[in-house]
């Protein structure tokens, strides 16, 4: 049995290209790095909040996910349970920014500050010009995107949301979590002026003195319904996510195109999508660092006595360069990396109630990947890669 390391692995977990900015430090190591200041065309807001110089700061031992956001409600009744030191929500998305040749995608982080910051990585937590710059709307990168970036620090980024375009500060370096939730960090304020969306991932974090277990009963009594998860790792295999994944999944330019699709970079397609016969499905094209993955899953599948629940006939890809819904103004598919591949779609259509064997779903998921028929609007037959598998 494996326990999940990774928080999540973003839909679309892709890296920039920065512009040039001075920088005190291009090591890429844990301690939070500042950049020296905003641009001289940038209006620096004023610091409308005293932030103090320290907090007090414990890990995240239980995460959970709400498709449909984490309410206040949740929130209080989640740090009302005795042992529960802290909790905070984030907000998980992907950012379009614009690059040299074309655009690319990064995946963010949006949390509040001083929820935040007691959950944060030790060297972060302390750094105060982190939780100062986010509520100044700066856009904190991680160390392990910043060495993606070549070690190149960046001064501005322009991006798309959904709500249009606008400017990123970039503050520093700074981990928002061990490891990295995302290659970004930035203030949930920001985030929703750009139309990120609501935050779905809610953090917990317990007194140092507290019993997990004991803790773990609490909250299932206070939130009946919510499936916990532990955060951190134990056992053989690993799962890692964020911007630790990105080397593997590597980074590509893009040009949109009028019909939903996008022009990748050919480099990055011919290192990182290949085709293979797979059990059950024949020949597919994805990505080759979720390969082993669906390989494994299929495997398990079968050996279970379970063949019959995957229709061959109603595959329906797994890489194909689009945005979501073919719609240019949102973000880029899973499908697009490769990283994502729709099963049965004519028995599970879009917005309809999942027709999955639930006993199909516990494999994928325990092969590290993550279920449509579980969001909002539920997308029965998309398998999406959550986290990549070590060991």
Same mark, same amino acid.
């Given at each position: 049995?494996?326990?999940?390391?990774?928080?999540?692995l973003?839909a679309g977990?892709?890296?920039?290209?920065?512009?040039?900015? !001075?920088?005190g430090?291009?090591?890429?190591?844990?301690?939070?790095?500042?950049?020296?200041?905003? =641009? $001289? @065309?940038? +209006?620096?807001?004023?610091? +409308?909040?005293q932030?103090?110089e320290?907090?007090?700061?414990?890990?995240?031992?239980?995460? $959970?996910?709400?498709p449909?956001g984490?309410?206040?409600?949740?929130?209080?009744?989640?740090s009302?349970?005795?042992?529960?030191?802290?909790?905070?929500?984030?907000?998980?998305?992907?950012?379009?920014?614009?690059?040299?040749?074309?655009d690319?995608?990064?995946?963010?982080?949006a949390?509040? =500050?001083? @929820?935040?910051?007691?959950?944060?990585?030790?060297?972060?937590?302390?750094?105060?010009?982190?939780? @100062?710059?986010?509520?100044?709307?700066?856009?904190?990168?991680?160390?392990?995107?910043?060495?993606?970036?070549?070690?190149?620090?960046?001064?501005?980024?322009?991006?798309?949301?959904?709500?249009?375009?606008?400017v990123? +500060?970039?503050?520093?370096?700074?981990?928002?979590?061990?490891?990295?939730?995302?290659?970004?960090?930035?203030?949930?304020d920001?985030a929703?002026?750009?139309?990120?969306?609501?935050?779905?991932?809610?953090l917990?974090?317990l007194?140092? #003195?507290?019993?997990?277990?004991?803790?773990?009963?609490?909250? !299932?009594?206070?939130?009946?319904?919510v499936?916990?998860?532990?955060?951190?790792?134990?056992?053989?295999?690993?799962?890692f996510?964020?911007?630790?994944?990105?080397k593997?999944?590597?980074?590509?330019?893009?040009?949109s195109?009028p019909?939903?699709?996008?022009?990748?970079?050919?480099?990055w397609?011919?290192?990182?999508?290949?085709?293979?016969?797979?059990?059950?499905?024949?020949?597919?094209?994805?990505?080759?660092?979720?390969l082993?993955?669906?390989e494994?899953?299929?495997?398990?599948?079968?050996?279970?006595g379970?063949?019959?629940? *995957?229709?061959?006939?109603?595959?329906?890809?797994c890489?194909?360069?689009?945005?979501? @819904?073919? #719609?240019?103004?949102? =973000?880029?598919?899973?499908?697009?990396?490769?990283l994502a591949? #729709?099963?049965?779609?004519? #028995?599970?259509?879009?917005g309809?109630?999942? !027709?999955m064997?639930?006993?199909?779903?516990a *494999?994928?998921?325990?092969?590290?990947?993550?279920?449509?028929?579980?969001?909002?609007?539920p997308?029965?037959?998309?398998?999406?890669?959550?986290?990549?598998?070590?060991?």
């Amino acid at each position: 049995m494996f326990a999940i390391l990774a928080l999540i692995l973003l839909a679309g977990a892709g890296g920039v290209v920065a512009r040039v900015m !001075n920088s005190g430090s291009g090591s890429g190591d844990s301690a939070a790095v500042a950049f020296s200041g905003p =641009p $001289a @065309e940038v +209006r620096e807001p004023a610091l +409308r909040v005293q932030v103090p110089e320290r907090v007090d700061t414990v890990r995240p031992t239980f995460k $959970a996910t709400f498709p449909d956001g984490v309410s206040e409600d949740v929130i209080q009744k989640a740090s009302a349970v005795p042992g529960v030191a802290a909790t905070a929500r984030v907000l998980l998305a992907n950012l379009v920014v614009e690059v040299p040749g074309g655009d690319a995608q990064v995946s963010v982080a949006a949390v509040k =500050p001083d @929820e935040f910051r007691p959950l944060a990585p030790e060297s972060t937590a302390q750094a105060r010009f982190v939780w @100062e710059g986010l509520h100044r709307s700066h856009t904190l990168i991680a160390h392990e995107q910043y060495q993606i970036f070549g070690g190149k620090p960046l001064q501005t980024l322009a991006a798309k949301g959904p709500k249009g375009r606008g400017v990123l +500060r970039i503050g520093g370096l700074a981990s928002s979590g061990v490891p990295n939730l995302a290659g970004a960090m930035m203030s949930m304020d920001q985030a929703s002026t750009l139309g990120l969306g609501r935050p779905t991932l809610l953090l917990i974090g317990l007194d140092k #003195d507290a019993r997990s277990s004991e803790v773990l009963k609490a909250l !299932n009594r206070a939130l009946p319904g919510v499936r916990f998860e532990r955060t951190q790792a134990t056992g053989s295999r690993t799962f890692f996510s964020g911007a630790s994944a990105q080397k593997a999944i590597g980074n590509f330019r893009f040009t949109s195109n009028p019909d939903g699709t996008i022009s990748q970079e050919r480099e990055w397609v011919v290192r990182h999508i290949t085709s293979r016969n797979v059990p059950l499905l024949g020949k597919v094209t994805c990505h080759q660092a979720m390969l082993p993955q669906l390989e494994g899953a299929l495997t398990e599948i079968r050996d279970s006595g379970l063949s019959g629940s *995957i229709k061959p006939g109603q595959f329906g890809g797994c890489y194909v360069p689009r945005f979501i @819904e073919r #719609d240019g103004t949102k =973000p880029l598919s899973m499908h697009a990396w490769g990283l994502a591949v #729709d099963i049965n779609v004519a #028995d599970n259509p879009a917005g309809a109630r999942p !027709n999955m064997d639930p006993r199909v779903v516990a *494999i994928f998921e325990k092969w590290g990947f993550r279920w449509g028929g579980r969001w909002s609007r539920p997308d029965g037959h998309h398998f999406e890669l959550a986290a990549l598998i070590s060991g």
